[in-house]
């Protein structure tokens, strides 16, 4: 797995089950997958030579991002290199201007978009969006004013403008597809995001109608497959105020909004994405609890972290024995995802809390404890 | 954790969700532990020396198996090494004559023992037993033949003499203690073994009503406390054909009856050992569903295993997608657990057929597929 982060270490949790060893190539000796796994390469995915040497002692190629440069994907694949998803898939989930190009095509439900030079064919208050590397509310600017937009074209990164939606929720589709061709759908999910960045996942989404559900799955099954697409899918969705479901963006690797798999479906996006590119067959994704609810850990600022890691885990596990904690080994900076608990049971409210309340414990070192949500 | 097995790896599992790295004392760099942790020590565990340099890295030493000499953990202990479990529980792991001796002491049910010298005071046909160094079938002869059990004891291994019992069937009442005291217990268990060697076990265990389960769970909570034990402490009993349930052998590491543990309960019993030794609080060990079924991955004779492990697996993930596979990285070795499987459902006699399939099928090869179980 080029890239060494927490998708990477959870990726060879799973993997050491499969009775595999993932090979990760790290940016830095201290990445978290680093820390844990047996065979790293520190080395950097900008630079086809280290991902030449990288691919030499791998069965397969796979990411836990989008920023390798798709032409040294290309080159990997050309030299005979398993890679995983292939680079006629990655596109679509490096380049969002492709990905909209390609999705219209499809005729798949997506905001209005155009490129920077037919602006005027949008209608309503538009938001320009970065075409590659954007992340977590990064690479997107609500800006309307024709100054503004040209001092950020004038930047060179590549833009393009959507028009902006009243979006009701988000929600998430997240599938696995094998080179074979198999396909596996998890529930829909619903994602809570805060300032762009994904705070919470609930599983399934509440009161999406089944009929809908399905729908969703079958049209993150129909991408996967149409794109090509080897390993996890995650298809980003906003619900809008008037009841339609567009896609917002693409994911092909693990993806935040599919963390609760881990403890809340029978296969983890882990367990399937390592199914999906080693070609074998998929894991069911049934879930093992009626509600299950994934809070990220968003570390707090610096001047409000009153008590050390180890005991805000301490107090974590002692209020709540039930809630599994899922931490990345990283350094805290403020904001940064350190880590994410995932919550079960029957009561949506109740699951809700409990990860709300330990995700914030541990960002923070609440000093609430016992007291009101 | 000193000792590099599939316990170990399991355990590194858990760590890596715990925001930790587990380092281990590996016996060779192709232990199944040491192919897939970051941080790996090749020594000897019967080197005070090496135990030393090991120590020297570690927050706190804990063990995969029984056999460290005894003297070299209290040598560690004495050096300030926190140690779990520590040497004066230890010792009842290590040693089954002492451990029968403490349990006698304590009052609890066993099946009738004498040292060598006392055999006439037992009834009824018995077995020898080393009080050392058993596992898997090892370490147990059925001779009751004076000469013969002078034989055995010429050998210079320390021997002891139980009368055989009736058995009915085996359990397995698995708990974890805290060093502050908290204690923890997962459903009991039924183990079965097949010449010595465990090869299902049933959770929780049919047909044991429920105050008799509580008795046997608060049984095992009440070793670990009067025993001092720290972490994962496993009690394999005997129910006899006339209804009591007598202790057979401890053991204070995680245990094969508690592999279940992974996808059946809250808590797995790796996770909750890591959390008892490094002194958090113990995670919630109810389970996940009404039956869970592990059965071990033995490694079939070798004229028999017609296809690749690779293709083994293939086929098995393609005929019970719900079925979870642990392998253990090992060389196939006839009648070697390679690894284990885990079904979960409602219905004992499908959730076990699935299990026991799934288990031949990668031992073997099993060219039934689509056949009867």
Known sequence: MVGAGQLARMTHQAAIGLGQSLRVLAAAADDGAALVAADVMVGDYRSLADLRRFAAACDVVTFDHEHVPLEHIRALADDGVSVAPGPTAILYAQDKLAMRGRLSELGVPCPGWRELGRLDELSGPIVIKAARGGYDGKGVWFVSDRRQIDALAATGTPLYAEEQVAIARELAAVVARSPFGQGA????????????????????????????????????????????VVGVLAVELFETMDGRI??????????????????????????QHL???????????????????????????????????????????????????????????????????????????????????????????????????
Chains 1, 2 share one sequence.
């Open 185 to 228: 759908a998890w529930p829909v999910v619903q994602t809570v995001q805060r300032d762009g960045i994904c705070v919470e996942v609930i599983a399934p989404a509440p009161d999406l109608p089944p009929d809908r559900a399905e729908q969703v799955q079958h049209l993150a099954l129909r991408l996967a497959s149409e794109l090509g």
């Open 246 to 271: 567009l896609v917002n963006e693409l994911a092909m690797r693990p993806h935040n909004s599919a963390h609760w798999t881990i403890e809340g479906a029978r296969t983890s996006q882990f367990e």
């Open 275 to 373: 199914r999906a590119v080693l070609d074998y067959p998929l894991g069911a994704t049934t879930a093992t609890a009626p509600t299950v609810v994934m809070a990220n850990i968003l570390a707090g600022p610096d001047d409000v972290v009153p008590k050390s890691l180890d005991e805000r885990v301490h107090h974590c596990m002692a209020r709540w024995p039930d809630v599994k904690i899922h931490l990345y080994g990283k350094g805290f900076r403020p904001g940064r995802k350190v880590g994410h608990v995932t919550a079960l049971g029957h009561d949506l409210a109740s699951v809700r809390q409990r990860a709300r309340q330990a995700a914030r414990l541990l960002s923070h070192g609440d000093r609430t404890l016992g007291g009101p949500a």
